[in-house]
């Protein structure tokens, strides 16, 4: 419960301060240095080295590169018949292929499937955060060039793009040093990252212009909500996999869009505007949207 009104109070304090001028114009700008900067580089390092590798990571592991990649598949089927820029194809692939796998999906998958699915969640996050920290980043670079794309310049915004880097080292030092030392601050950054985020989100939110992005709204959460879960709990149902492990990952898959994609789409100029309302609007929706698919699941 208390997630769930640390989301409210981020979000309509950023709101808030924007209505009433109390923070300068542009104000979120200062707010993603931080979430960039600090937050996600310090997520990256406090869990990645405690990634244990194993046959049993495979289905949650797989589930985030799979949304991922079929999200890049169904934007580009409905930008064959709806004209879409490159930095809003860009945001609705972003927004559509991750899901909140964490701050929303750990609360839930706790409430839902008590504390061994949490340690099941907490595997699909890993893997959700390994995507978004490469190919989300690489597709959001490559938007941000503009038509203008060459290999050597979109290494440079993915090797100099704070959380890439991290990861990176997260995965290469501690093979040779030990990390575990700076646990406590590094988590004590981490927790900064929802509230700021979402106090960004709030910041840039003005929902009184959602029509002009209904449609694309609409479609993000579609695929988001429905289509992608769908097709993970189709592909685990068709296996026959009824294990516990099998409906978390199902269930992470149904969370709303990610908050980290949101911030990386501001951060490279992509359409922020449009970002930003999906990440809010779906955020209100998949408390719904979850409770339902939790019967669904029940079916495997």
Not at 23 to 48: M, Q
Not at 88 to 102: Q, R
Not at 131 to 140: D, E, K, M, P, W
Not at 257 to 279: D, E, F, H, R, S
Request: aromatic share 14%; with cysteine; net charge positive.
């Amino acid at each position: 419960m208390n997630n769930f009104i640390l989301i409210a109070l981020a979000i309509l304090s950023g709101v808030a301060a924007r209505k009433y001028k109390k923070l300068p114009e542009n104000s979120y700008v200062a707010v993603n240095f931080w979430v960039i900067y600090v937050a996600l580089p310090a997520i990256a390092l406090t869990y990645i080295p405690k990634i244990t590798w194993s046959t049993e990571l495979i289905l949650p592991f797989l589930m985030p590169l799979l949304v991922f990649g079929l999200s890049f598949l169904f934007i580009e089927i409905i930008a064959r018949f709806i004209q879409l820029n490159t930095a809003t194809k860009a945001v609705l692939i972003l927004l559509s292929g991750f899901g909140n796998t964490s701050f929303l999906g750990f609360p839930l998958t706790e409430a839902y499937y008590g504390n061994d699915g949490l340690e099941i969640a907490i595997l699909c996050d890993q893997a959700c955060f390994l995507v978004v920290s490469t190919l989300g980043v690489i597709t959001a670079a490559k938007a941000s060039s503009q038509g203008k794309f060459h290999f050597s310049s979109l290494l440079k915004k993915v090797f100099s793009f704070p959380p890439f880097l991290a990861f990176i080292i997260a995965v290469i030092v501690p093979q040779f040093l030990d990390l575990s030392p700076l646990d406590s601050l590094l988590e004590s950054l981490g927790a900064t990252l929802v509230p700021m985020a979402l106090f960004s989100v709030g910041l840039q939110l003005q929902l009184k212009a959602w029509k002009s992005d209904f449609k694309l709204l609409t479609l993000s959460l579609i695929y988001k909500l429905i289509l992608a879960p769908l097709v993970i709990f189709s592909i685990i149902f068709l296996l026959n996999i009824d294990s516990l492990t099998g409906k978390v990952t199902v269930f992470e898959a149904s969370m709303s869009p990610m908050v980290t994609p949101a911030i990386i789409a501001t951060q490279y100029g992509l359409n922020p505007k449009l970002a930003n309302l999906i990440l809010s609007v779906g955020i209100i929706i998949s408390f719904f949207s979850t409770f339902i698919w939790s019967f669904i699941i029940k079916f495997l």
